[in-house]
């Protein structure tokens, strides 16, 4: 009775816990999934890291040398024991093109990609969200009419054109043609000194370091992906704001408390309280699709963050980085999505339940 009782324990659990407890434990086995299957695919990819590492003219021995010290001759299931337990202690394994401890090269190129994305998000969301509760008024003015059809069209637009060649146009049309943006070579001028790192977000450590300049320069070198990011991740944002709340303006409700003369500030108010929840839910596939974009857009800009370091970790077969980049990839999404739930939950009282 003991052991079965031992055994319910965690059912118990599960059914007594709250919300965020049930949520927590499903990302167990998602988090498992993700190291199974990133470390299988990355072995079906053609390429062999000791032949990366030494050259295609290295003698066999070297390579057979080297194979067997990176761990490659042992079965894949010990392979993947050994990775799992690795990561657990925290272990991510050395990157052989960087020469450094993967877990040291996210550290550095994380907080810059994480600044872009969020910049990018924090932008779209203030500018997409007012836009598209202004549009979704009744439609009696001509200037209505007009952001109606604008938000047709930029929600096609946004859905169809592709963040990587809207990157080109910009650094086409607004650097070769126009010279009026940065050098689209990095995140800083060639002439600008990164300041000491405390926290490697620059923006952060910019202000502690009281370097006004490098922060001015390393803004304006975020002004194309930034712009690129918004235009093409903003559009579904903008386009659901604008579809739930039309629906709510014609509801019932909302019309008994237009007709009982309630300011039209109060009338966004209640109507955006309800159509929150498609919102945040879009918001957070949104921002985990970001974290696509940006890959893209650093390469195109020369960006040296997250996404340049994993493209980087893949055309040079480096197990240990791109298995890191996966990880760490997936961690950051599960994350916006438990946020995105818990969101979800505050705004929906029914999703509790």
């Known amino acids: 009775m003991k052991i079965v009782n031992a055994l319910l324990r965690p059912v118990r659990w599960f059914r007594r816990g709250g919300f965020i407890q049930r949520r927590l434990l499903f990302l167990i086995p998602q988090i498992v999934a993700v190291m199974l299957i990133s470390f299988i695919m990355i072995r079906l990819v053609p390429g062999n890291p000791a032949i990366q590492m030494l050259g295609p003219q290295a003698p066999p021995e070297l390579i057979e040398r080297t194979e067997t010290k990176l761990g490659l001759n042992d079965s894949l299931p010990e392979q993947f024991f050994t990775y799992v337990k690795l990561t657990l202690r925290g272990d991510l394994g050395d990157s052989w093109f960087t020469s450094q401890p993967v877990r040291t090269d996210i550290a550095e190129r994380l907080p810059g990609t994480i600044e872009l994305m969020g910049i990018s998000m924090g932008l779209s969301v203030l500018i997409m969200i007012p836009l598209g509760v202004r549009a979704a008024r009744p439609k009696g003015r001509l200037i209505d009419k007009i952001l109606a059809q604008f938000i047709r069209i930029y929600g096609l637009l946004a859905g169809s054109l592709a963040d990587f060649w809207l990157a080109l146009i910009f650094i086409y ?65 903008l386009k659901i704001t604008y579809v739930k709340m039309t629906e709510i303006e014609d509801s019932p409700y909302l019309q008994n408390a237009r007709v009982m003369g309630l300011q039209r500030k109060t009338l966004n108010r ?82 509790r339940l």
């Open 173 to 237: 049309v607004f650097f070769t043609t126009w010279n009026i943006a940065p050098t689209p070579l990095g995140a800083l001028d060639v002439d600008q000194m990164r300041p000491e790192s405390v926290t490697n977000f620059l923006i952060i450590d910019s202000i502690i370091a009281g370097e006004w300049g490098v922060l001015r320069n390393y803004l304006g070198h975020l002004v194309g992906p930034v712009l690129v990011l918004m235009f093409v991740y903003g559009g579904p944002i």
């Open 270 to 351: 209640y109507a955006l309280r309800n159509a929150l929840p498609p919102i945040i839910t879009t918001i957070g596939v949104m921002y985990g699709f970001l974290l696509g974009g940006a890959v893209l857009v650093e390469n195109v800009f020369s960006i040296n963050g997250f996404g340049n370091y994993g493209v980087k970790a893949v055309l040079e077969a480096d197990y240990a980085a791109v298995q890191g980049f996966l990880l760490v990839s997936a961690l950051f999404i599960m994350f916006v999505y438990l946020v995105v739930d818990i969101l979800h939950a505050w705004s929906d009282p029914r999703v």
